[in-house]
């Protein structure tokens, strides 16, 4: 029974792990028998790429900058309605990000939206527009990953500072946000590479301009889109890399995980 067990185990777990290994494998395969990227696209490939990394951390660093007091708001307080309200907040993670670029469309052409899109903007069809996506679908990651972070903290650590002298802006600035660092930085790299990530919400309200607001993966889609397929295996190929860099980065760190 526990040989069973362990079989039962071991093949489903090599299994998936096969499944994507094969997945990676064929999309190298069929990289290496196509020619070569030509030297007129590599242009393309460098500003796609760098808009990609300014566009995902200044979303990614916005993101978890409003995460922090919203998540300790919801892991310290009780308060009338917090189950709508957190259930409200988590609505990103689930809710497609096409539909999340729509409701951003549809807002911008309101009143409201409209005088915000005078002032701030212009974010339809502009690299603004990007920042603004990325950061709508992250945001509610940042902000489960921040309140997982925030209720791992003792709040005894909290009430001995209070004795101390502290007062709440003290004790979060000297003793929670320190304890929370670990927490912050992997948050921080999940949703950054998460935005790095996003297609739907970006392309639904920024567009999918060549040399304007193409992103890596608005990048593949216009690959196949005019069948250059050399072109998009490229951008696959950087995005997986980025991808399993920080997730091997977050997994292996000395950093996050010294005690």
Same mark, same amino acid.
């Given at each position: ?24 494998? !064929? ?7 196509? !020619? ?9 490939? !460098? ?6 990394? =300014?566009?995902?951390?200044?979303? !990614? ?44 469309? =549809? ?9 915000? #899109? ?11 527009? /990007? ?11 940042? /902000? ?9 903290? #003792? ?10 002298? &502290? #007062? ?52 593949? &889609? ?5 069948? #250059? ?18 997730? &091997? ?11």
């Amino acid at each position: 029974m526990n040989r069973a067990f362990h079989i039962i185990m071991w093949g489903t777990a090599c299994l998936l792990i096969g499944g994507f290994v094969v997945l990676i494998a !064929s999309m190298l395969l069929e990289l290496g028998q196509e !020619s070569f990227v030509r030297p007129p696209h590599l242009r393309e490939i !460098s500003f796609a790429v760098k808009l990609s990394l =300014i566009t995902s951390t200044i979303a !990614s660093f916005f993101a978890v900058l409003i995460s922090v007091p919203v998540a300790y708001l919801f892991s310290r307080h009780t308060f009338f309605g917090k189950n709508f309200f957190d259930t409200l907040l988590d609505l990103p993670i689930v809710l497609s990000p096409i539909a999340l670029g729509a409701m951003l469309l =549809i807002f911008f052409n309101t009143p409201l939206g409209r005088q915000i #899109d005078q002032r701030l903007g212009p974010f339809v069809f502009e690299v603004k527009g /990007i920042i603004l996506a990325q950061f709508l679908v992250v945001v509610g990651l940042s /902000i489960r990953l921040l309140k997982a972070t925030f209720e791992g903290i #003792d709040v005894e650590y909290e009430n001995l500072a209070r004795i101390l002298g &502290y #007062d709440k802006m003290r004790v979060f600035f000297k003793v929670v946000l320190p304890m929370a660092g670990k927490g912050l930085i992997a948050a921080f790299l999940l949703v950054w590479a998460r935005a790095i990530g996003e297609f739907g919400a970006t392309i639904t309200l920024a567009g999918a301009t060549t040399m304007k607001t193409e992103t890596i993966p608005v990048a593949i &889609y216009l690959g196949f889109e005019s069948a #250059d397929i050399t072109h998009a295996l490229v951008y696959i190929t950087i995005l997986i890399f980025i991808s399993l860099a920080i997730l &091997y980065f977050l997994r292996t760190s000395k950093v996050l995980h010294r005690e």
